[in-house]
């Protein structure tokens, strides 16, 4: 039988494999010639998509610490000194 952390660390990396990522922002989706375009309603849209996939990394990066423990060093930063 898995402990607390065990089995919250098997929920995380499920949810994360399962998650529905957001689809970056498309402007070719929106037409200058439709008679319902709007600017400020697509940069509204932009923005919005903006921040969610933020929050998506920001929750990934979260996940990783949770899943990885306090060991979480960014890749590349240039070796270990010691």
């Avoid at 996939?53 to 990783?64: D, Y």
Wanted: aromatic fraction near 10%; glycine fraction near 8%; charge should be negative.
């Amino acid at each position: 039988m898995l402990g607390p952390l065990e089995n919250e660390q098997w929920q995380l990396a499920e949810y994360l494999e399962k998650a529905g990522w957001t689809e970056p922002f498309d402007p070719s989706l929106y037409d200058e010639e439709d008679e319902d375009y709007e600017p400020e309603f697509i940069e509204m849209e932009r923005k919005d998509n903006l921040r969610r996939v933020a929050n998506e990394l920001l929750l990934i990066e979260r996940a990783k610490e949770w899943l990885l423990g306090d060991d979480v060093s960014p890749q590349g930063s240039g070796g270990q000194t010691g």
